[in-house]
C-alpha cells in the first residue's frame, strides 16, 4: 500500500493531524497489519487511541523501555494492534517535537508531556502578580521543544483599565522575544478568536500553574464544557488540580488541543538552546564579549555586564538566565559523564586564576 492510499485508508483520522508524511512514516506498520492511531490518554500502563475504527483501549506493555522518555504518551502515533484481547500498542512513530520536564525525583529522571506539538501555549493568570521568572521557564522548555510558544495571559476581565492591561502584555513581551502574547478572558469570550486562528490546523499543548485558568480556557477553545473548573483560592490564586491527566480533543474550528494537569514544578531537561532563545538579547550580545568563556560576572570587556550598566538590559532578565543556565548545566551534568569533568576542570581554572588574581593582590600590598 502506498502513503497515499495509507493516508486516504485512514483519512477519518485527519482531524487528529494525520497526514501523508505520517502515513509514509506508518507504512512498514501497515505492512505488518497493524492500525495507526492517536494516543488521547494515557493512565496506569494503558492507553486511549483513536483510529479510523474508532476510539481503541490498548495496552503499553510491549513499550516500556526503562528510558522514562521513551514510553508512550498523549500526542504519539501508534502502531495498534487490529484485534484482541487485550489489545497493545506496538511501537509508536518517531516524534517530530516532544515537550520534557525533569521529574522532581533525585534522580533527575526526564518526563515527556506531550508529543508532537505545534504550538505550547503557556497560560498565566492575571488574577495574581505577574512572575516573569516563572514565564521564561515555561518558554526555555516549550522552546526546546520544538514547538512554537504562545503566552496567554488569562482572566484579562479581572483587569478592567486597558492601559494596566497594556503594560502587564508589554511586560511579558519583553520577557519572551519572538513570542505571541494574547490576552484572553474565557469569562467574556474575548481574544478567543485570535488565540484559535494561532493554533488551528495544529497540536496544541496547554501549560500551566493550577489556578492559571487552564480548563476555562480549554473549555473555550473547545466550544463546550469538557473539562471540569473549580475557583481558585482567593489568598494565592492557586487551584486544585481538576485535571488529572493529558488529553488530546479536537477544537471545532481544526486542529487538537491537548489538556496538562497544573505543573507545580517546570524543571529544565537537557533545554540550553530553548534558555538561549527566551534570552536571544543576552546571547546577542554575548557575542560582543572580549573573552569567548564570558561568564558575565566580573570580566573585563563584557558586552551583557556594559547593557546592565547602560539600562538596555534588566538586571532582572541576567539573574533569570544565570539561574536558569546553571540548573540546566546541572541537570544535564548528572547525566553526562564528560560534562562534568569539563565542568569541573572549569571550575579548577577560575579557581586557579582568583588565587593568582589575589597573590598579586598580596604582592602590590606587600
Same mark, same amino acid.
Given at each position: 500500500?502506498?502513503?497515499?492510499? /495509507?493516508?486516504?485508508a485512514?483519512?477519518?483520522?485527519?482531524?487528529?493531524?494525520?497526514?501523508?508524511?505520517?502515513a509514509?512514516?506508518f507504512?512498514?506498520? @501497515?505492512?505488518?497489519?497493524?492500525?495507526? +492511531?492517536?494516543?488521547?490518554?494515557?493512565?496506569?500502563?494503558?492507553?486511549?487511541? @483513536?483510529?479510523?475504527?474508532g476510539?481503541?483501549? $490498548?495496552?503499553?506493555?510491549?513499550?516500556?523501555?526503562?528510558?522514562?522518555?521513551?514510553?508512550v504518551?498523549?500526542?504519539?502515533?501508534?502502531?495498534?494492534?487490529?484485534?484482541?484481547?487485550?489489545?497493545?500498542?506496538?511501537?509508536? /512513530?518517531?516524534?517530530?517535537?516532544?515537550?520534557?520536564?525533569?521529574?522532581?525525583?533525585?534522580?533527575?529522571?526526564?518526563?515527556?508531556? @506531550? *508529543?508532537?506539538?505545534d504550538?505550547?501555549?503557556?497560560?498565566?493568570?492575571?488574577?495574581?502578580?505577574?512572575?516573569?521568572?516563572?514565564?521564561?521557564r515555561?518558554?526555555? /522548555?516549550?522552546?526546546?521543544?520544538?514547538?512554537?510558544?504562545?503566552?496567554?495571559?488569562?482572566? @484579562?476581565?479581572?483587569?478592567?483599565?486597558?492601559?494596566?492591561? $497594556?503594560?502587564?502584555?508589554?511586560?511579558?513581551?519583553?520577557?519572551?522575544?519572538?513570542? #505571541?502574547v494574547?490576552?484572553?478572558?474565557?469569562?467574556?469570550?474575548?481574544?478567543?478568536?485570535?488565540?484559535?486562528?494561532?493554533?488551528?490546523?495544529?497540536? $496544541?499543548?496547554?501549560?500551566?500553574?493550577?489556578?492559571?485558568g487552564?480548563?476555562t480556557?480549554?473549555?473555550? /477553545?473547545?466550544?463546550?464544557?469538557?473539562?471540569?473548573?473549580?475557583?481558585?483560592?482567593?489568598?494565592?490564586? &492557586?487551584?486544585?488540580?481538576t485535571?488529572?491527566?493529558?488529553?488530546l480533543?479536537?477544537?471545532?474550528?481544526?486542529?487538537?488541543?491537548?489538556?496538562?494537569?497544573?505543573?507545580?514544578?517546570?524543571?529544565?531537561?537537557?533545554? =540550553?538552546?530553548?534558555? =538561549?532563545?527566551?534570552?536571544?538579547?543576552?546571547?546577542?550580545?554575548a +557575542?560582543?564579549?572580549?573573552?569567548?568563556?564570558?561568564?558575565?560576572?566580573?570580566?573585563?570587556?563584557? !558586552?551583557?555586564?556594559? !547593557?546592565?550598566?547602560?539600562g538596555?538590559? #534588566?538586571?532582572?532578565?541576567?539573574?533569570?538566565?544565570?539561574?536558569?543556565?546553571?540548573?540546566?548545566q546541572?541537570?544535564? *551534568?548528572?547525566?553526562?559523564?564528560?560534562?562534568?569533568?569539563?565542568?569541573? &576542570?572549569?571550575?579548577?581554572?577560575?579557581g586557579?586564576?582568583?588565587?593568582?588574581?589575589?597573590?598579586?593582590?598580596?604582592?602590590?600590598?606587600?
Amino acid at each position: 500500500m502506498t502513503s497515499i492510499s /495509507l493516508f486516504t485508508a485512514h483519512s477519518a483520522l485527519t482531524p487528529y493531524g494525520w497526514d501523508e508524511d505520517w502515513a509514509d512514516a506508518f507504512a512498514p506498520h @501497515a505492512a505488518d497489519g497493524l492500525l495507526p +492511531g492517536r494516543v488521547v490518554r494515557v493512565d496506569r500502563g494503558q492507553c486511549d487511541v @483513536a483510529t479510523s475504527d474508532g476510539v481503541l483501549r $490498548a495496552d503499553t506493555a510491549f513499550v516500556t523501555p526503562h528510558d522514562p522518555l521513551r514510553v508512550v504518551c498523549t500526542g504519539d502515533w501508534a502502531a495498534v494492534e487490529p484485534d484482541g484481547n487485550p489489545r497493545y500498542v506496538r511501537t509508536y /512513530l518517531p516524534r517530530r517535537t516532544a515537550f520534557v520536564r525533569s521529574t522532581s525525583s533525585k534522580r533527575s529522571e526526564g518526563q515527556i508531556l @506531550a *508529543a508532537n506539538v505545534d504550538h505550547a501555549i503557556v497560560a498565566v493568570s492575571l488574577a495574581v502578580e505577574l512572575d516573569l521568572a516563572r514565564v521564561e521557564r515555561f518558554l526555555a /522548555l516549550a522552546w526546546e521543544s520544538g514547538a512554537q510558544p504562545v503566552v496567554v495571559l488569562t482572566k @484579562a476581565d479581572l483587569v478592567p483599565d486597558p492601559v494596566t492591561l $497594556a503594560h502587564l502584555v508589554q511586560d511579558v513581551e519583553t520577557s519572551a522575544p519572538g513570542v #505571541p502574547v494574547l490576552s484572553v478572558s474565557a469569562a467574556l469570550g474575548e481574544g478567543l478568536d485570535v488565540l484559535s486562528a494561532v493554533v488551528a490546523g495544529g497540536t $496544541a499543548v496547554l501549560l500551566g500553574q493550577s489556578g492559571a485558568g487552564k480548563s476555562t480556557l480549554a473549555n473555550a /477553545l473547545l466550544g463546550e464544557d469538557v473539562m471540569d473548573v473549580q475557583s481558585t483560592r482567593d489568598v494565592d490564586g &492557586k487551584g486544585r488540580h481538576t485535571t488529572t491527566t493529558r488529553n488530546l480533543l479536537v477544537m471545532p474550528g481544526g486542529g487538537v488541543l491537548i489538556d496538562t494537569p497544573g505543573l507545580r514544578g517546570a524543571g529544565l531537561w537537557d533545554a =540550553g538552546s530553548g534558555v =538561549g532563545q527566551v534570552f536571544a538579547e543576552i546571547e546577542e550580545l554575548a +557575542g560582543d564579549c572580549r573573552f569567548h568563556d564570558c561568564a558575565h560576572e566580573s570580566e573585563p570587556g563584557c !558586552a551583557v555586564l556594559a !547593557a546592565i550598566d547602560s539600562g538596555e538590559l #534588566p538586571e532582572r532578565r541576567l539573574e533569570s538566565y544565570r539561574k536558569l543556565m546553571r540548573e540546566n548545566q546541572r541537570i544535564v *551534568a548528572k547525566t553526562d559523564a564528560r560534562l562534568r569533568a569539563e565542568i569541573r &576542570k572549569e571550575w579548577k581554572r577560575r579557581g586557579a586564576i582568583g588565587k593568582a588574581a589575589m597573590e598579586a593582590k598580596r604582592g602590590r600590598l606587600g
